[in-house]
């Protein structure tokens, strides 16, 4: 093995003989921000990594701009056409971008949740049917006769409103932290939630237990007939708290991002992304870190330091050649975006890790837009950051010709 620490969080696990590691930083991030600084050659780094990072300079021709400021805490971004982006506030509430401006006032307010420590109104979707029946998708906490709860409801975008429709499923486990909750449609038109082991660990293995696990409903919050447990939601299981997924396109590989133990569960670090299988045992409270065990599907990256990814995207479009079919994952521990290259022959192997955006501050999720362009947010506000002016922000990533 090789291991590359860097002492903002980066501790990368991959086979010798294909192991690149760049940590580096963009060229210039839009005023009011200050220029993203440049790589240093940290002294715990190994020479090879070192060497490898003065050779093959950060790709060039782009830049990262600010779209819109004044948010709090925003979770997920959502676009429901080219020129307008909805977005979730960890307080309740549901914003708006359209061309370029955010509405002063929210298109949703949610009276009943409870957003404390890392749990509120988090994950949002836009049905795959969106253009004609107006459906979005929330995942949030609020607190039940039994404690804190996640539950998805189904929403009617109306334009300059967005109501309640009703809720499809839930109560899920959670707690104040390892909520999880991110939401996403697969390419098979299923909707998937990440759930958190909700400060239970075991929960994770106990298949009657739908904490610390991924999950696989129809968009009406019925079972799909070919998920891996018959008459079970569950996907995969055997997550701390998985909070970004995504698919390659051309594969159809599903990948997810999850948070390492934090000291109290565990050594801290041991982040991960993971390759996703139907069925698949991802090993916590069992494993973790570089620790193995048959039965359990070990992650194709770790990082210790924690970076504490908080999402999870593939960028397809060709606008940002420099970055076509890389993944990203926002790091708010690790206080960046990072950029995450996968081998051509080898779904598991990670050939290079490169962090493009630097001096922001925390960032959560990040997608691509309709216009080719990279968009994600940042999490200063979140009562773990250092909020800057204007923050919390709606960032784009653009080309310079």
Sequence with gaps: MIYVFDNECMNIKTSSFALLLFISACTVIASPVAAIQPMETLPTQTALAAAAATQSPLPTGWKAESVAAGLTVPWSIVFTSNNRILITERGGRIREIVNGDLNPNPLLVFEDVSAKGESGLLGLAADPLYEDNKYLYACYTFTSSSGAANQVMRLKDEGTQIVLDTVIFGPLPSANNHAGC??????????????????????????????????????????????????????????????????????????????????????????????????????????????????????????????????????TSDVLPMFTGRLFFGALRGEGLVSVVLSNSNPSEVILVEKIIRDVGRVRDVVQGPDGLIYFSTSNRDGRGRAREGDDRIYRIVPVF
């Design 182 to 315: 991110r939401i996403r449609f697969g390419p098979d038109g299923k909707l998937y939630i990440t759930n958190g082991d909700a400060l239970a660990p075991s929960s994770a293995q106990d298949m009657n237990s739908l904490a610390g696990k991924i999950l696989r409903i129809n968009p009406d919050g019925s079972i799909p007939d070919d998920n891996p447990f018959r008459g079970s939601a569950v996907w995969s299981y055997g997550h701390r708290n998985p909070q970004g997924i995504d698919w390659q396109l051309g594969s159809g590989r599903m990948y997810s991002t999850e948070h390492g133990p934090s000291g109290f569960d565990g050594p801290g670090g041991g982040d991960e992304i993971n390759l996703i299988q139907a069925g698949g045992n991802y090993g916590w409270p069992l494993v973790s870190h570089d620790e193995t065990r048959a039965g359990t599907i070990a992650p194709i990256i770790q990082f210790t330091p924690a970076e504490a990814p908080a999402s999870l995207s593939f960028y």
